[in-house]
């Protein structure tokens, strides 16, 4: 599975992405608003610090707008994705995006229905909302193996992204429910690396060690 990094912040991706481990980078309105920094330079400097896809996101609703602004954003780097909404406005445009070799990101998805139209239009990536879900009552990972039923079953390309994912449980289990992909938070991402029993594992070898007064070098 695919990891990506839900941020903005172009400090934090280059201390993470040095582990070698980030696959992609995912954006949106809100990240951009949070940096203070003028959208197309952010995404022309996270393009240039990751290989793998960039998801930028569009702020037009009607499909002509969506389109003139992800031609827009598409032309910052090669590796960007086009981010829009699941309307119908955003799926017009998604088709047409597809037609033109675009690349996109159809998000704020939170049904089944919705990802089959969205795999239809011929999205590249879908971004089920599993945190959002799980708000509401409802079992954000559920989605997860729905959607990749129906993927499997028509035998889409679309890719699965899971998104507004929470804490290290989400990363695991939309792996086990067959996410293509998993956009988290940096804190979430670091949290990936980290278990009590792995520290204290770690402690009770290293004071083991020490007694014997040896070194590898």
Known sequence: MQLF???????VLKDLAATGLVDGVTTNPSLIAKSGRNMLEVIAEICAIVDGP???EVAAMDTAGMLAEGQKLA??????????????EGLVATKEFAAQGIHTNVTLC????QAL????AGATYISPFIGRLDD????????ITEIR??????DFDTEILAASVRNPAHVAQAALSGADCCTIPPDVFAALFKHPLTERGLQQFM???????QSIL
């Open 5 to 11: 990094l839900d941020t903005t912040d172009t400090a």
């Open 54 to 56: 960039v998801s930028a």
């Open 75 to 88: 032309s910052v780097a090669t590796n960007v994705v086009v981010k829009v909404p699941l309307t119908r």
């Open 110 to 113: 939170f049904s089944a229905a």
């Open 117 to 120: 139209l969205a795999a239809k």
């Open 136 to 143: 509401h009552g409802a079992d954000g990972m559920d989605l």
């Open 149 to 154: 039923a129906i993927y499997d079953n028509y």
């Open 207 to 213: 004071a083991d060690w020490q007694k014997t007064g």
